[in-house]
């Protein structure tokens, strides 16, 4: 059974930094491949950031430059760090995981979802 379990999330000030962790069991993040979403109140998921299996990454145009996903395969725990917070960058936050090797942007195809980790950014 694999569970994803979201953490490090919570009120910051705009310009401030967060850094969000989920702790994967029952896969090996290094693995597979990894995702970082985001739902804003009254918004559709959207895409943030995957990491390949290799640790290969991509960010979505408005959050590049901002964030950084990393992992450390040691605690099978994938991050986001997120800097320069702006008060769009207000939502649930989810990582999931696809049971394969190479990242991508498409929702559909991850498997696995965390609860979620709740971010909000005061102006």
């Known amino acids: 059974q694999v569970q994803l379990v979201e953490s490090g999330g919570g009120l910051v000030q705009a310009g401030g930094s967060l850094r969000l962790s989920c702790a994967a069991s029952?896969?090996?993040?290094?693995?597979?491949?990894m995702g970082w979403f985001r739902q804003a109140p009254g918004k559709g998921r959207e895409f943030v950031a995957p990491m390949s299996a290799v640790g290969g990454t991509t960010y979505a145009a408005a959050v590049k430059g901002r964030l950084a996903m990393s992992r450390d395969n040691a605690k099978n725990i994938v991050y986001l760090q997120m800097n320069d917070r702006k008060p769009e960058d207000t939502a649930v936050y989810y990582c999931?995981?696809?049971?394969?090797?190479?990242?991508?942007?498409?929702?559909?195809?991850?498997?696995?979802w965390g609860q979620g980790t709740q971010v909000t950014v005061s102006s």
């Open positions: 029952g896969r090996t993040v290094s693995n597979v491949a």
């Open positions: 999931a995981d696809r049971n394969l090797r190479v990242g991508t942007s498409r929702e559909e195809t991850y498997e696995y």
